[in-house]
C-alpha cells in the first residue's frame, strides 16, 4: 500500500502541522521495534504491519531523531531494504535532518536494534541490558554476555550512541531480583568505559542505589541520561549533581508532584521523549490540561491514523507542550534547548 493513502487522512487540529515543523526534536525513548508496531499483540496479528507509517508519521510532525529505546523481545525486522550498514548520516550534517536512533533491552534485543537502524539512515541505536533482564547475564555466562554486548557496540559506532538501557528498577523484582539488578548494572559500566559511549539510564524505586552505584563509577562514563524520570525534585537535583540529564515524558508528568519535579530541572538537563508505544500523556494526567495538539485517532486500526491507548512518537509535541506550559517558557526556545543537551551527549564525540 501506498503511503499517499495515509498521508491524506493526517489532519492536525489547527496550526499544528505549521507548529510542529518550527521544533527539531530528539526523542530519547522510542519502542519502535515493539511488535506492536508490526501490528502484533501477544502474538497475534490483529492488524497490518504499520511502522514505516509510525516513522513516516514521526518524521513529518517534527521529530528530528528518534531514539528507539528498550526494544522489545519478538520483534522481527521486516520493513525497507537495508541501507550499507557502513554509510552513517551525521545528524548535524544529514540532507534528511530528521532522524530516528534505537535502545537495545538485551543481547538479543540490541542485535534487533541494530538491523533496524540499518535499514535506514535516520536510524541509531544503543546497546544495553535492562535491569529487569539482568538475569540473561547468569543464564548466558556473566562475562561471556558483557563481551558480547561489548562487542556488538564497539563493531558498530556508526549506529550504537550509547550503553543502555540499564540501570535498577525495583518496582518489578518478579522480573530480576535486587542483587542480581545491583551487580550487573554495575557492571555495564564497564562497557561505558570501554567505549566512551555516553549512557541510557534506567531509574525507578531505587534511588539511593541508584545514586550509590553511580557515584562509584561516574569517573568511567562520559555521562548520560536518567530517561522517564518521575522521582521527586530532590531526587532530580541528586541526579543534576552528578552530571546527568534527565528525560522526560508522560509518566513524567501523571500528578501535580511529577510537574513540580520536572519544573525544578534546569533546562540545560532536560531532555524529551516518548517511551512509545507506553506512557501516554492521558487525559487523567495532571499534564493533559496543558495540550495543544491532536491526532486523528481511532479505536480500531486505520491507515494513516494513530492507535488509541497506543502512544506513538509524533505525540512528542504534546510533552513539550506539557513542559513549556508549566515552566512558562517559550515552546520553540525549549525545544531548542533540548535539541542541544541531546546532541552534546550523544552526538558530539
Known sequence: MGWGRGACAVVFKGLARTTMSLHKFIDIGVNLTDPVFRGLYRGKQK??????????????????KVRLLAVKLGADTRGPQRTNPSHTVHPLTSSSSKLFMITGGNLEDSREALKLAETRDELYCTVGCHPTRCSQFEQSGGSQYLSALMELAAAHRGKVVAVGECGLDFDRLEFCPKETQLKYFEKQFELAEETRLP?????????QDFID????????????????????????AAL??????????GCSLKTEANIEAMKSVPTERLMIETDAPWCSVKNTHAGSKYIKTTFPTKKKWEAGHCLKDRNEPCHIIQVLEVMAAAREEDPLELANAIYSNTIKVFFSR
Open 240 to 249: 543534576v549533581d552528578l552530571d546527568l540529564f534527565i528525560g522526560i515524558n
Open 199 to 207: 549512557m541510557f539510564l534506567h531509574c525507578r524505586s531505587s534511588h
Open 47 to 64: 492488524h497490518e504491519d504499520d511502522l514505516q507509517q509510525v516513522v513516516e508519521r514521526a518524521l513529518r510532525t517534527g521529530v528530528e
Open 213 to 236: 552505584i553511580v557515584k562509584r563509577n561516574r569517573d568511567r562514563c562520559v555521562g548520560g541520561v536518567v530517561h522517564s524520570f518521575d522521582g521527586t525534585a530532590q531526587e532530580a
